[in-house]
């Protein structure tokens, strides 16, 4: 195991060796790998089965080196892996560069992989990339001495491919059986789906016995394998390597800010893969995040601005008339009662903060919500007081990184599951658990299948009774939390009152470090720059008048509205209520919003929207003007992960059918009279560095009591809700990768044994908003009278079919 900087500083000073490679000495940390320390003087050892973030396993053999005995007993009479080999004081190496035993060696066991490789590299995904193409040419023999295994001469063949899943396929006869992949998928996610079967010269990889396909994180073996054996359905046969442009860019499926690269040609992404920032997704990511981006180029694409004509239809308009239309419409709809702002978690940073100004000075209004979600008061001051402005650079003195969850002594989830909403935490804390030593408690009402493969401890709670687990934490005898604890705070806590406030008070008393994580890319930046109706940019609270005097003095104006605005629910209620009149609208489906129904219904009565989208949907429908905005893949900008650490990125494509919001907002206010004093990227980003964070008193958080609740009673009579969405679902960014889509864990409710005995294998459960059957799947440890199921997966849009979270369901056997 690598020592982090974090760690170094606890365990002294680091012992090293002194070891001599190719005659030049150096000096390298005890029980480095020979393969490793030959890397610190530039010398390349060829390797297929090596990968730093993998256990070693001399498996391909081809790293042999000569380790000739320096007559201090550290010598070995044969070649040996340079990938399992320690470095010892005083050891001597000679690499294939000065050893001409080596040297043969490596182009033995080159020959030897080659005898029944096929030689398809012109049809080969891996060709123009393939590290055994490379090697061949670098480190074997100009000509092989072998013409094939079987008679006359052919080589060895499979029928192929094999689908591992619906989205990773295995030609057998390209594999080399370097086990990268049986062991990324043991080591790294816990998903033991692939395995070698057969033995000796049979050996292959194939579908591991018994391992239902389950795994988030398949994707990862199709980049590291070192030969085309692993392919993807979605790019297979597709492009070739020699063929892409590569750009570096931020996943924007979810907040942990993870590193990818994007490969594309003549305008279109052709596939995505995994970046390697050891500070953040190390060198992984999720299927989510590899496969989910032909979204921006599904058939309903916005390309033309459009408005409502007299005669109530939707027609197209260039973009002079569409922000002339919008800009008098939302000043009538100010002057009527006002104008709410509800934006997405799509959005950059920098689109956040377009919005953040253009509702305070465009519109007059702190009626501004990112959380298009279930959310609540005692969350936004809980984040305001707790959360906004914690980066490296913010008055908190620094939020809690990737690295942190690796020193931590403990990690509380609270309201998150981190497998389903956050999956480089989840390999992190993976990783901790098994080399570090982390204790990984989850506030939960049964062990989840992640929980499982981290090794945690569950603290079994109801929905609704978290304050009360939450308050247990401090001073108790095996769970106690200290100032060496980290706790991961998820949205899913806003629908709980009083957990928050617990939170804060946990941290307060115990010194332990708190880290808000929500599920969305773009909230962490849309609560930096203000987009609650409490705050202003970098945590400045409204309510306070030096926070406001500071903002619009940055701002350029005389002053700003000082009263607090509506939050999200608020607003719904308000259009509804004819209390405002107008809503500017970004990237929100009503779907996810607490009420469904509420939220499309306030849309609908709204005197005039403007929506603003990448893609047609019942909002931009029901909009007087809609204008296409341009995805991820066509703008720069930048990402603040659950950390705090700002990821900007470069547009990818260039779409000129779609601007960023942060200029479709100018153009609106400019025709308002109110310029925001930006139309790039960089001047946003610059306004934003300007304005900082806030270095005043910050918000303070206002306790909320937990209600006291009725017992769960007898689950005939019903059962509570626990719900969350799971990785794959019925997102609108994950829409037209059907290979992808195959591989979503399907909609089940988990229950308890006794009420699985009860009822069987499948149970009609039914909310206040109608009813939905489902397999039933019994869970050991769920608590009584609880029952779990997926929020919008495939065919289950839960907030909308069944019942809000943490209500009371009616359950039934099969379809009564």
């Known amino acids: 195991m690598t020592t982090t900087p974090e760690k170094a ?56 080196v000569e380790v000739p005995d320096a007559g201090n007993g550290r010598g070995f009479p044969k070649p040996q892996a340079s990938c399992t080999l320690p470095v010892a004081d005083g050891m001597v190496v000679n690499t294939q560069a000065t050893s001409e035993s080596a040297d043969k060696a490596q182009q033995g066991v080159m020959e030897f992989l080659l005898i029944n490789h096929p030689l398809d590299c012109p049809v080969c995904d891996k060709g123009g990339e393939c590290p055994l193409q490379n090697q061949a040419m670098s480190n074997g023999r100009g000509e092989s001495r072998f013409v094939g295994s079987g008679s006359g001469g052919v080589k060895r063949t499979f029928p192929k491919p094999i689908n591992l899943s619906p989205q990773v396929l295995l030609d057998r006869e390209r594999c080399i059986v370097c086990q990268r992949c049986t062991r990324f998928a043991e080591e790294i996610p816990g998903d033991p789906f692939i395995a070698l079967v057969e033995r000796g010269a049979q050996q292959q990889i194939g579908i591991a016995e018994n391992a239902p396909f389950l795994s988030y994180f398949a994707g990862n073996t199709i980049q590291i394998c070192p030969v085309g054996a692993l392919t993807s359905e979605s790019y297979r046969f597709r492009s070739r390597p020699f063929d892409l442009v590569s750009t570096p860019a931020v996943a924007e499926h979810d907040a942990c800010g993870s590193a990818i690269r994007v490969d594309h040609r003549r305008g279109k992404v052709m596939r995505r893969l995994a970046g390697n920032d050891p500070e953040v997704n190390e060198e992984w990511i999720t299927d989510k995040d590899r496969f989910a981006f032909t979204y921006a180029t599904e058939p309903d694409r916005l390309t033309y601005p459009q408005v409502r004509d007299a005669g109530g239809a939707l027609r197209p308009a260039s973009w002079p008339e569409a922000f002339s239309v919008a800009a008098r419409g939302l000043a009538d709809a100010r002057a009527a009662g006002g104008v709410g702002v509800l934006t997405g978690g799509r959005l950059t940073g920098e689109d956040a903060y377009a919005y953040s100004k253009f509702a305070r000075v465009a519109l007059g209004t702190n009626d501004i919500d990112f959380r298009a979600r279930p959310h609540s008061a005692e969350e936004a001051d809980f984040l305001a007081a707790h959360v906004v402005a914690t980066g490296p650079d913010g008055p908190a003195g620094g939020s809690v990184t990737y690295g942190d969850l690796e020193s931590a002594a403990t990690v509380v989830l609270v309201g998150f599951e981190p497998e389903d909403e956050a999956g480089a935490i989840f390999l992190r804390l993976r990783k901790a658990a098994l080399h570090s030593g982390t204790r990984v408690l989850s506030i939960a009402p049964f062990t989840t299948r992640g929980l499982s493969k981290m090794h945690g401890t569950l603290i079994p709670t109801a929905p609704g009774d978290e304050p009360g687990a939450i308050s247990s934490l401090l001073g108790h005898a095996e769970h106690g939390v200290d100032a060496t604890s980290v706790i991961l705070v998820g949205e899913r806590l806003a629908t709980v009152p009083g957990a928050f406030s617990a939170v804060a008070d946990l941290v307060a008393k115990s010194g332990a470090r708190v880290a808000w994580v929500p599920r969305r890319a773009g909230d962490r930046g849309a609560l930096e720059t203000g987009c609650l109706p409490t705050l202003l940019p970098g945590g400045r609270p409204v309510a306070d008048a030096q926070a406001r005097v500071d ?40 779907a996810d919003t607490a009420d469904p129904a509420a939220t499309t219904a306030a849309i609908e009565r709204a005197r005039f929207v403007v929506a603003l989208d990448v893609r047609a949907s019942d909002v931009t429908r029901a909009a007087d003007v809609v204008f296409p905005v341009a995805p991820v893949v066509d703008k720069a900008g930048t990402y603040v992960n659950w950390e705090g650490r700002p990821r900007p990125f470069e547009a990818v494509l260039g779409a000129p059918s779609s601007l960023p919001d942060l200029r479709v907002l100018a153009g609106i206010a400019e025709e308002l009279g109110a310029t925001l004093g930006f139309r790039t990227v960089a001047e946003v980003w610059s306004q934003m560095e300007d304005i900082g964070p806030w270095d005043g008193a910050r918000a ?12 769960l009673g007898d689950p005939a009579e019903g059962l509570l809700l626990s719900t969350w969405k799971q990785l794959l679902d019925q997102g609108t960014m994950q829409a037209g990768d059907k290979h992808l889509a195959a591989t979503a864990r399907p909609a089940v409710a988990k229950v308890g044994r006794t009420v699985y005995d009860a009822l069987g294998p499948t149970v009609t459960l039914t909310g206040e908003r109608g009813s939905v059957t489902l397999p039933a799947e019994p869970v050991d440890d769920m608590v009584d009278g609880v029952v779990w199921v997926p929020s919008n997966s495939s065919g289950l849009g839960l907030l909308t079919d069944l019942a809000p979270p943490g209500a009371r369901l009616t359950i039934s056997g099969g379809d009564a």
């Open 551 to 590: 903002a619009a003095t940055a701002w350029g104006v005389d002053s700003l509205p000082e009263k607090a605005g509506r939050d999200g629910d608020a607003i719904v209620a308000a259009l509804g209520a004819g209390e405002l009149a107008g809503l500017v609208i970004g990237g929100v489906d009503p």
């Open 700 to 711: 303070t958080m206002t306790p909320v009591s937990a209600p006291t609740k009725d017992p």
């Open 9 to 64: 500083g606890t365990q002294g000073a680091v012992e090293t060796v002194s070891v001599t490679i190719d005659g030049v000495q150096v000096d390298v940390p005890k029980d480095t790998l020979v393969i490793r320390a030959a890397e610190q003087i530039g010398v390349q050892i060829p390797r297929f089965c090596d990968h730093p973030l993998l256990a070693p396993a001399g498996a391909c053999r081809q790293c042999l």
